[in-house]
């Protein structure tokens, strides 16, 4: 009787250990599954708003392209009268 009971018990314990070992490796696969979807799900890096200050150096750097533009404008302009003086 003894011995029947041994042999039960270690067959019991075996079961246990296997579906202990099935169980382990269940979670295991549906964590990374679960990671997997993460990593996808993940959003894009959108570039950040410029901070004030580089709104600022971005609208005086504008309207320096603009004087730049005008000045130019304006030289020619200049030129062009001088030319035009010089003549008679």
């Given at each position: 009787l003894?011995?029947?009971?041994l042999v039960?018990?270690?067959r019991g314990?075996q079961?246990y250990e296997?579906?202990?070992e099935?169980?382990?490796v ?12 993460i990593?996808?799900a993940?959003?894009r ?5 410029p ?7 971005i609208?005086?750097?504008?309207m320096?392209r603009?004087d730049?533009?005008a000045?130019?404008g304006?030289?020619?302009?200049n030129?062009r009268?001088?030319?035009r003086?010089?003549?008679?």
């Amino acid at each position: 009787l003894v011995m029947v009971w041994l042999v039960g018990w270690r067959r019991g314990r075996q079961l246990y250990e296997r579906f202990y070992e099935e169980e382990l490796v269940k979670l295991k696969q549906e964590l990374t599954r679960q990671e997997k979807t993460i990593e996808k799900a993940k959003p894009r890096k959108v570039a950040p708003e410029p901070k004030a200050d580089a709104k600022e150096e971005i609208r005086k750097d504008k309207m320096i392209r603009e004087d730049k533009k005008a000045h130019k404008g304006n030289v020619f302009k200049n030129i062009r009268k001088y030319f035009r003086r010089k003549k008679p």
